[in-house]
């Protein structure tokens, strides 16, 4: 039964975000709501990490086979992004270039 709690709780807090997000007319995808409540609860103690933990893990441990799709859906927009190439790279080296300074900041900061 353990198993099915931990499945119940992050699909659950999945569902929350994405009810909230709709009916909020957010512009954060659900997902990333549920996530964040997810957090929430962990760090108040509302969840224990011992019930989604191992559930958590299979997920990380799988997550390679979850980029299928989008990636099967990528296919069916290469003339756009032909179209796009230039605006599509120079978003993704910056994006890439910021995260790595973010990055590098945040553990020095950490390290202190």
């Known amino acids: 039964m353990k198993p099915y709690r931990g499945l119940a709780i992050i699909?659950?807090?999945?569902?929350?975000?994405?009810?909230?997000?709709?009916?909020?007319?957010l512009p954060v995808p659900g997902s990333v709501l549920g996530m964040l409540f997810l957090l929430s609860a962990l760090l108040s103690g509302a969840v224990k990490l011992e019930w989604v933990e191992n559930e958590?893990?299979?997920?990380?441990?799988n997550m390679s086979v979850l980029f299928i799709p989008p990636g099967v859906g990528i296919v069916t927009?290469?003339?756009?992004?032909?179209?796009?190439?230039?605006?599509?790279?120079?978003?993704?080296?910056?994006?890439?270039?910021?995260?790595?300074?973010?990055t590098a900041k945040t553990v020095e900061v950490v390290r202190r």
Request: charged share 10%; no cysteine.
């Open 11 to 25: 699909f659950g807090f999945y569902a929350l975000g994405e009810m909230v997000s709709s009916a909020l007319h």
């Open 56 to 61: 958590a893990e299979l997920f990380v441990k």
């Open 77 to 102: 927009y290469l003339g756009l992004i032909k179209a796009q190439l230039v605006p599509i790279s120079v978003a993704l080296v910056l994006s890439f270039v910021v995260t790595l300074f973010v």
